[in-house]
């Protein structure tokens, strides 16, 4: 299993993001709402695959992407799976609005009936991908279980890979002053938060070739970082973004 069917017309990858809206995220982070910040983090990963999926004129639907927003329910964003094609032709993605509590159990049964319906269509695909957002601790049931099964769901591939992007200022030794020379979160990194070391048990692997994707960008992530990122500064949510759109594409 090794992640390197490329995203194409004819193979196009899943990304299905799974985004807290908690009370929470009105909280400042670099001078802004966290919202925001992952509003913008999450259209810069947009504005990248429109981009990955262009060539010449023409706008191939390369990326197919689900955005479940939660807090006590789920909201689905763009009634269903959307084509890049079609996000690119709205324009913009709908608002990100905060509400109260933060149940991620239902958005990862949201996200794993959402799988079961497509991977049998999806055998000749690059694996899907589930990127989680938070800035806290769940309220609702142990979602822990729900992502473990997901991640023991396949395609030929590989296994369906889940990301886990936190908002923490507290989670490492020390701050990133570097998020561009940063190694990444290893399965032995020291954590200081027992919420960060159950999402990092929820982490898949970072795929090579999603890595190799990363450091032509000038991200510098060790081979066997998991894909966990400490949001605490807003360039880190956006490389957790991006890594989540790093799925190979034929040049």
């Not at 933060?102 to 990862?108: M, P, T």
């Not at 369906?160 to 002053?177: G, K, R, T």
């Not at 956006?238 to 594409?249: E, H, K, L, R």
Request: aromatic share 6%; charged share 20%; hydrophobic share 40%.
């Amino acid at each position: 299993m090794n992640y390197t069917i490329q995203a194409s017309q004819r193979t196009p990858a899943l990304i299905i993001y799974l985004i807290d809206i908690s009370a929470s995220m009105n909280m400042l982070m670099d001078g802004k709402r966290r919202i925001d910040v992952v509003y913008e983090a999450l259209s810069l990963a947009i504005r990248q695959m429109v981009y990955r999926s262009t060539k010449g004129n023409r706008l191939t639907p390369r990326y197919r992407i689900a955005i479940l927003a939660y807090s006590d329910d789920v909201y689905d964003l763009l009634n269903g799976i959307k084509g890049i094609d079609e996000i690119a032709a709205v324009g913009s993605l709908p608002d990100l609005t905060p509400k109260r509590f933060s149940d991620s159990a239902k958005a990862f049964q949201q996200a794993e009936k959402i799988l079961q319906a497509e991977l049998p269509r999806m055998q000749d695909c690059p694996a899907p991908l589930v990127c989680h957002m938070t800035d806290g601790v769940t309220t609702g049931e142990d979602p822990e279980p729900i992502a473990r099964r997901i991640m023991s769901m396949s395609v030929p591939d590989g296994n369906v890979l889940v990301e886990n992007i936190f908002i923490s200022d507290h989670m490492l030794d020390q701050p990133i002053a570097q998020p561009r020379r940063w190694r990444g979160i290893l399965p032995d990194t020291l954590l200081h938060d027992e919420h960060a070391v159950k999402l990092r048990n929820m982490s898949s692997p970072l795929p090579e070739s999603y890595r190799d994707m990363l450091v032509e960008a000038d991200y510098l992530l060790a081979p066997g970082a998991l894909m966990m990122l400490p949001g605490s500064c807003a360039e880190l949510v956006s490389i957790g973004f991006q890594m989540s759109a790093a799925t190979p594409v034929r040049a």
